[in-house]
């Protein structure tokens, strides 16, 4: 059985930072659907006394959740990388490849000319190239952009900005928004 809701993913002939943001967030959106939708509905029968065999739907995408944002994933490595002043895009994609070294939800491309690694997602393989990954990461929000966020009276941005930047010294990174959204999208 396969799900019939699918949060596509966003993939190009060169694939780059954003889409993998893009594709991140879509297996969780998945993950979460998948959850909802074939776990959490057993459960419910189970409690309502309703006969039912529980089924194994083989849909849990957390494998490749994890390598994209668990400690050693593509993102935690990505920020530890921004640290280094000699970091470069090759470096990284190094150190992911030796950190993740037998996931099999991360593979070295057939034509690596043009990109540098790939990614396992539910809906497909993706090939991801690296370049430039190092600045985009460590691009910094404007800081009219900042202002103005922090000036509104709007309720929804002010816990969103608590979240995200808890004290007025705090600056926006690559990590926040994403420590900040994970409760919303988990189970």
């Known amino acids: 059985v396969k799900s019939t809701v ?24 998945q993950q979460l659907f998948n959850h909802t939708m074939f776990v959490l509905e057993q459960e419910e029968y189970s409690r309502e006394g309703i006969p039912w065999d529980f089924i194994d739907f083989g849909l849990d995408l957390q494998p490749t959740i994890d390598l994209i944002e668990k400690p050693v994933g593509i993102l ?6 921004c640290f280094f002043p000699k970091a ?3 470096s990284f994609v190094e150190k992911l490849f030796k950190q993740q070294e037998g996931n099999p939800k991360l593979f070295k491309p057939e034509f690596r000319s043009t990109s540098d690694f790939g990614v396992c997602h ?14 985009k990461n460590m691009d910094p929000l404007n800081d009219n952009v900042v202002s103005l966020l922090q ?13 995200v930047w ?7 990174c690559s990590n926040h928004p994403r420590d900040c959204l994970n409760p919303t999208v988990t189970t």
């Open 151 to 163: 000036s509104s009276n709007e309720p929804l941005v002010q816990v969103v900005l608590s979240r």
């Open 76 to 81: 935690a490595l990505l920020d530890e990388e």
């Open 122 to 135: 539910y809906a497909g393989r993706v090939d991801y190239q690296a370049a430039q990954w190092l600045t």
């Open 6 to 29: 699918n949060f596509f993913l966003s993939f190009f002939q060169v694939n780059s930072f954003e889409q993998l943001c893009i594709n991140y967030t879509n297996e969780k959106l």
């Open 166 to 172: 808890p004290c007025s010294t705090c600056h926006p």
């Open 88 to 90: 470069t895009d090759k």
